[in-house]
């Protein structure tokens, strides 16, 4: 369950790997036509996702951070406006096979004994598949260490051959990784998110609504907790869609309702736009108010795990057009995760909120000989494993 490849690795590299034939003429319905997307409905749900790229939207994002504080003192019997306990909140980045590591570190932190409950959890990309079971907890370990120490290429991609990727929308057919996503996202897991909803804490996905060119972040607590009959389907195809990187995966078709009439999405990785997200700036105004009011404001930490390394990574690049196209791409997704991991630091900063950052250091060395290679995939869980249970040493600024 992760992006298809490493960021550093051209997406190419999965359509040579696999050798599979097929050939598709992908359809689709009626798009959302323009300056609409954000009156499409998917379940109906007022605050079943967000644009963040539109005032409103950022509003309705704001609404519910506020509406889950107060479930959060409901459920601990808190007064109105009495501050909450120290609130924890973690970002897990994208990085293909590399999501591993964040795996790893995150059930060292188990055995280490002061892994926290998270009141947010965020993901984009093998980010977004991390999530459920770092938003869950603990008990979840087990799972989670299963998806990044056994999965093989065969339970992520088919593929379609080149002649047939041609025609398709995809090098690949990820329909393999909508199985496996099912196989852990089931009616308990999504009901314990919906628990988790209920009482204060939030996790959201983000995804990249390829025909209006906008981020989305969708709100699964909420989703879960409709109790609409597509919920499920719907939240193992949002984290599908966040996997989705254009051009090697399939994009994930999301069905929505315009008007009456069916409309259709198309939605991909949500790298596309961010490597890792926390919360929009503009939503710490209120605290920034209150600490200046010197109100009580509640203590919070943020922790970003970035799945990949944060140095430059040399490469002798072959003097081919894939190749140098490959490595620009590559070097493009890298220096968009530093910038993402500095603009979470800064408003961080600016907000009054411990900053702790991981990453993968210098001094993991083993190279991706194939995706998803499963030697690979255990010595990088192996490696954030070990960091985590013997008290991961968090970066409280983003490396220079």
């Known amino acids: 369950m992760a992006a298809p490849i490493a960021p550093r690795r051209s997406f190419l590299a999965l359509g040579a790997a696999l050798a599979l034939p097929g050939c598709e003429l992908p359809v689709r319905g009626p798009a959302v036509p323009r300056g609409r997307t954000d009156e499409a409905k998917v379940l109906g749900l007022t605050n079943e996702r967000f644009n963040i790229f539109n005032r409103a939207g950022l509003q309705a994002l704001e609404a519910e951070f506020i509406a889950a504080g107060e479930r959060s003192r409901a459920r601990l019997g808190l007064r109105q406006g009495t501050p909450l306990p120290p609130v924890k909140l973690l970002a897990v980045s994208g990085g293909g096979e590399n999501g591993a590591f964040g795996a790893g570190l995150l059930c060292g932190w188990t055995e280490q004994g002061t892994r926290p409950e998270f009141n947010l959890v965020t993901g984009v990309s093998t980010g977004a598949l991390t999530a459920p079971f770092a938003f ?198 890298a220096a968009s995760g530093y910038n993402d991991v500095l603009r979470i630091y800064s408003n961080t900063q600016r907000d009054g909120i411990g900053f702790h950052l991981a990453f993968i250091g210098t001094d993991f060395d083993q190279q991706l000989p194939a995706p998803f290679d499963q030697g690979y995939m255990r010595a990088l869980f192996a490696y954030g494993y070990e960091r985590g249970r013997r008290g991961y040493d968090w970066a409280r600024r983003p490396p220079a």
Do not use: C, K
């Open 136 to 333: 869950l907890g603990s008990a979840h370990d087990a799972q989670l260490r299963s998806v990044y120490t056994e999965l093989t290429l065969a339970d992520v991609a088919r593929s379609r051959g080149l002649l047939g990727a041609v025609f398709a929308d995809g090098l690949a057919d990820n329909s393999p990784l909508f199985r496996t996503i099912s196989r852990y996202m089931n009616e308990e897991m999504l009901a314990a998110i919906a628990g988790a909803y209920r009482g204060g804490r939030l996790m959201l996905i983000g995804t990249t609504q390829l025909d209006a060119q906008l981020p989305v972040i969708w709100n699964i607590g909420a989703i879960a907790d409709s109790g609409h009959p597509r919920a499920l389907d719907l939240t193992r195809r949002i984290l599908l869609a966040s996997a989705a990187i254009p051009g090697a995966f399939s994009p994930v078709m999301i069905d929505v309702t315009l008007d009456g009439e069916a409309r259709q999405e198309m939605h991909v990785d949500g790298g596309a736009f961010a490597q890792a997200f926390l919360y929009p700036a503009s939503l710490g105004e209120g605290r920034r108010a209150r600490l200046r009011r010197g109100t009580a404001a509640a203590v919070a930490d943020a922790y970003v795990i970035r799945n990949a390394r944060l140095d430059p990574e040399w490469a002798d690049v072959e003097r081919r057009t894939l190749g140098i196209a490959g490595r620009a791409i590559s070097t493009m997704i």
